[in-house]
């Protein structure tokens, strides 16, 4: 059974950073694809960023283009999603999803029923 914990989360002030795990276990992290989705309190939950198969397609949000950047360890079957630059605005629950597929190079910062879901970590941003 494919599972995704998250791990990573906690509380920094503006300005700050904090890097994001996505640990994926029952899957090779090279059958699936990964994306990274939030919510804030209020708000839906949105897409962040995603990384394919290969690695060789990320996709971003445009609210954190430049900001974060996401990356993969096969080895390690871990995606990591590193967070500069911080904003009080990317206060929310971060979530990881894995989307077993065939396709190397593609990825997707949107939800679908395929994706499986991880718990959570909360990332706060706050002075």
């Known amino acids: 059974q494919l599972q995704v914990v998250e791990s990573g989360g906690g509380v920094v002030q503006p300005g700050g950073s904090l890097r994001l795990s996505c640990a994926v276990s029952g899957f090779r992290l090279d059958s699936v694809d990964i994306g990274w989705f939030r919510q804030a309190p209020g708000k839906e939950r949105e897409g962040v960023s995603c990384?394919?198969?290969?690695?060789?397609?990320?996709k971003y949000a445009d609210s954190v283009k430049g900001r974060f950047a996401i990356a993969r360890d096969d080895a390690k079957n871990t995606v990591y999603l590193q967070m500069n630059s911080l904003k009080p605005e990317d206060t929310a629950i971060y979530y990881c999803a894995a989307h077993p597929q065939h396709d190397y190079s593609y990825c997707s910062i949107y939800q679908n029923p395929d994706l499986f879901w991880g718990q959570g970590t909360q990332v706060s941003v706050s002075s």
């Open positions: 990384i394919s198969i290969s690695g060789g397609t990320t």
